[in-house]
């Protein structure tokens, strides 16, 4: 069966599964029991978005439709589970560039937005998984703490996953966790060339305790990119990495009503394998904040260090999560980053899930103290029955790194 076949099938099963005439006492998007102990779990995730660019030179807007389908058999007796899951992206309105670096895809009047239309098996593995231990095997979303070194990069709409073999472990209060993958899945799709995945070894360690409300974590990314098959041009950004370090988190209670929240991390990064250019560079990261009321004040410093004109970088991370939303940062620049960040937030879980957002970032570089440019995130978001909505906008202010960006999503998603 052809891959878009597949998917195509794929997409329409849940739908099936979850209609009330399959199990007339399950509810819309329940598991469905076929036999004792053996349950299909369908399952779908439809996201409608807008995005606008607007930059000095170059504007965009995409409107696009993400859906992503397919089921999960479990069967409990065994603790094994199959999912298979298939994932595509059309564009409504595609005045972008969703793959600027292919040129028969190039759009020159149209800025980056980084959600070309694709169709793509996104998940098919196999897992055993009991109280304290997991493995998982075959093609998966991998999510690790914040996903600063390893995620999923789901703020895109095609998902990145791996093709890997994971192991999982809880002891008391130690957990183990061990990856290898000997391929990235990227966020790029099937029209994406030599970009659509890169293989090679990838290893992710950790070893965590846990105390109280405090959790300590260290851990090893061991990146090692088949370079020689992939295009020239992507052997810069493809350089091997190894990455050593801790990361400690902590929620403290200060009255009944107020809580600190805590977190710290250190890493060393340094050349590997096949990386030509020799480097020993620094992460340094800290984040407080206080929770009260629904409240959430805080801040934070990241560094991503740099040396011999290489900086650190996280290329399997979900980059969108850190150095601002307007994702100026997603390659670190060569003489490395400084992100002083302070924000605050606050829920509302009487008023559907309403959650309001807002954050400064101001950005200098590690060698130099170079400042690259300040910028403001901000996002509301609220539920409607089981559709969830969500408005932000990110406004990047240059100073010495990059152009003036502003960008702006409307977002609906409804899965389950």
């Known amino acids: 069966m052809k891959l878009r076949t597949m998917a195509a099938a794929l997409l329409a099963s849940p739908i099936a599964l979850a209609h009330p005439a399959f199990a007339a006492e399950a509810k819309f998007g329940d598991p469905v029991t076929v036999a004792d102990g053996l349950t ?11 995005e606008n660019v607007d930059t000095p030179a170059k504007g965009a807007d ?8 397919g089921l999960e058999i479990k069967h409990a007796p065994s603790h094994l589970s199959v999912l298979a899951e298939a994932e595509a992206t059309g564009a409504l309105v595609n005045d972008y560039n969703g793959l600027p670096f292919i040129p028969t895809k190039t759009k020159p009047p149209y800025a980056i937005i980084a959600d070309a239309q694709n ?10 998984r009991t109280k304290t231990l997991g493995l998982t095997v075959g093609r998966q979303r991998i999510n690790l703490d914040d996903q ?15 093709d890997a073999v994971r192991g999982e472990a809880t002891l008391g209060p130690v957990s183990l966790d061990a990856t290898y993958a000997k391929s990235q899945r990227t966020i790029f799709g099937h029209d994406a060339g030599p970009r659509t995945a890169y293989d090679g070894a990838f290893v992710f360690l950790g070893a965590a305790v846990k105390a109280g409300p405090v959790a300590v974590k260290g ?6 990119y088949d370079t020689a098959e992939q295009v020239p041009a992507l052997a810069a950004s493809l350089a091997d990495t190894q990455t050593y370090g801790v990361r400690a988190t902590a929620s403290l209670p200060l009255t009944k009503a107020v809580k600190l929240n805590l977190i710290a991390s250190y890493a060393r990064q340094s050349n590997y394998k096949q990386n030509p250019v020799k480097y020993d560079v620094d992460y340094i990261a800290g984040d407080a904040g206080l929770a009260a009321y629904g409240w959430t004040l805080g801040g934070g410093y990241e560094l991503l260090g ?10 399997l991370g979900t980059l969108h999560k850190f150095n601002g939303w307007a994702d100026l940062f997603l390659t670190t620049p060569a003489a490395g980053l400084q992100d002083i960040y302070v924000g605050a937030s606050k829920a509302f879980p009487k008023l559907s899930g309403l959650n309001a957002a807002v954050t400064w970032h101001t950005f200098h570089s590690d060698v130099g103290h170079v400042h690259y440019g300040d910028e403001w995130n901000a996002s509301i978001g609220f539920k409607v029955r089981k559709v969830a909505l969500l408005a932000k906008f990110a406004d990047y202010k240059a100073k010495g790194f990059g152009v003036d960006t502003r960008k702006f999503w409307l977002q609906a998603d409804y899965a389950f």
């Open 40 to 50: 299909i779990d369908p399952i779908l995730d439809a996201r409608l978005r807008w």
């Open 119 to 128: 169709v793509e098996l996104n998940r098919l593995q196999i897992q055993y």
């Open 306 to 315: 740099a040396e011999n004109g290489r900086a650190l970088q996280a290329p």
């Open 219 to 224: 851990f090893a990314y061991l990146v090692d």
């Open 148 to 162: 600063r070194w390893v995620g999923s990069v789901s703020w895109r709409q095609n998902e990145q996953t791996f």
């Open 62 to 69: 995409a409107v696009t439709l993400r859906l992503r389908s």
